[in-house]
């Protein structure tokens, strides 16, 4: 089994930043794609960032210019840089990761998501 362990959230002013970190352990061979997820009350999980094995990085457009995802892949850790945070940027922030585990001969790719981490902005 695979686990993904979030940090990093908190309350932050209007302007400011945080930085999320989402640390995988467990049967790993190799991390694939990652991403940072994001749901505010009442809302649907949204995709904020991906970034694939590659290093190839999307960013939603409302976070355009103010987050970077990044990968540390010696840790098996991946990052969200959040700047300039807005009101609205307030959600529980979850990680999500494709894994390649290896089973005797053979290997099966997993996706797994974190148990969520709370950032809220304050106007």
């Known amino acids: 089994q695979v686990q993904l362990v979030e940090s990093g959230g908190g309350l932050v002013q209007a302007g400011g930043s945080l930085r999320l970190s989402c640390a995988a352990s467990?049967?790993?061979?190799?991390?694939?794609?990652m991403a940072w997820y994001r749901q505010a009350p009442g809302k649907q999980r949204d995709l904020v960032a991906v970034?694939?094995?590659?290093?190839?990085?999307t960013n939603a457009d409302s976070v355009k210019g103010r987050f970077t995802i990044s990968r540390d892949n010696a840790k098996n850790t991946f990052y969200l840089l959040m700047s300039s945070l807005k009101p609205e940027d307030t959600a529980v922030y979850y990680c999500?990761?494709?894994?390649?585990?290896?089973?005797?001969?053979?290997?099966?790719?997993?996706?797994?998501w974190g148990q969520g981490t709370q950032v809220t902005v304050s106007s």
């Open positions: 999500n990761a494709d894994v390649t585990s290896t089973v005797g001969s053979g290997y099966y790719t997993t996706n797994y």
């Open positions: 467990g049967r790993i061979s190799s991390i694939n794609r």
């Open positions: 970034i694939t094995s590659g290093g190839t990085t």
